[in-house]
């Protein structure tokens, strides 16, 4: 076992109920442990037995009723809760995916609620995969969900985001929680890496599709704009949208060149997840390796 786990199981043998939620993140998200999601609903349902206030939450946002816990445990439908909508193709040139009610608004609150604590001024990868610098033309917060904020919902919600993409988990970034207040923007960008990041690239590969699931719709303006073709995209609470980086053949396309327009009134929250190319190992799954997408996910996408 994980040395660094290896004090979250012992608490958790002994039922207590935070390591047994703890213990649940980890299973489910594989950190530290293989992931193994049934482990994971179980740790947690343990933890909401004994009234954990978290654990019941969590169980009623997965199991989409409510009732005592045994009824949240049995409700919970790990298959159901994977599916992704049917995709519908908005464009060719660039490549934009629409994916209507993609998650419900209770699973749209509870991502908003679990990181909004985090956020801070936004920032972009400047000169390269490391260094991190503010940019002119980004005005909103965002907060990343690292492991501490990451649970069963977003698990559940990243295996529906790789069934919609065709895009395995672990080939996803950590996901950004995104916030615009009114007046706020992210200007005109690419998402795929420069040239000049090319050993990144070669590690852990290109991003090659951005997935962003839109928590909020009680805003004006905020469209998320393709501005090489003036096509703007306004989603509904829970819808997703998908949009490739890069071109058939896997290189830069430089259609796919976007912004989040600026609000003019209310709040836009976003959960924006880039996915690579190749495995990035974000979560620290232990001994994940794995395959670049085959050639055949560029062409039909
Ligand atoms: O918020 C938006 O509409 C755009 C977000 C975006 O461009 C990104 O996350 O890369
Ligand atoms: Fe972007």
Known sequence: MD???????????????QALTNLAHAQALGVFTPRDLNAALNNLAAAASVGWPDAVRELQVLSRTTGNWKRLRAAVNPDALRRAPQRRVVLEKPRVRVFE?????????????????????????QNSATELSQHEGRSNSEASFEFEVSDLVLSLIRDRTARASGIPVHHFEVGML?????RETFGRHTDFLQAGMHEEIEARGQRVATFLLYLSDDYDGGETEFSEVGFKFK????DALMFINVDQD??????????GLP???????????????KPVNSHHTPGIVGAPLPPEWYRNV
């Open 101 to 125: 009610n993609f998650a419900t608004p209770t699973e749209c609150d509870w991502l908003i609620e679990k990181c909004r604590d985090r956020l801070r001024p936004a920032q972009v990868y």
């Open 3 to 17: 040395p660094r786990i290896a004090g979250l199981v012992e608490a958790a043998k002994k039922g207590n109920p």
């Open 235 to 238: 989603a509904r609470k829970g």
């Open 250 to 259: 896997g290189a830069p396309d430089p259609m796919s060149m976007h912004a």
């Open 178 to 182: 995104l916030h615009y207040k009114p």
């Open 263 to 277: 609000t003019t009134r209310g709040e836009k929250w976003v959960l924006s997840q880039w996915l690579r190319g």
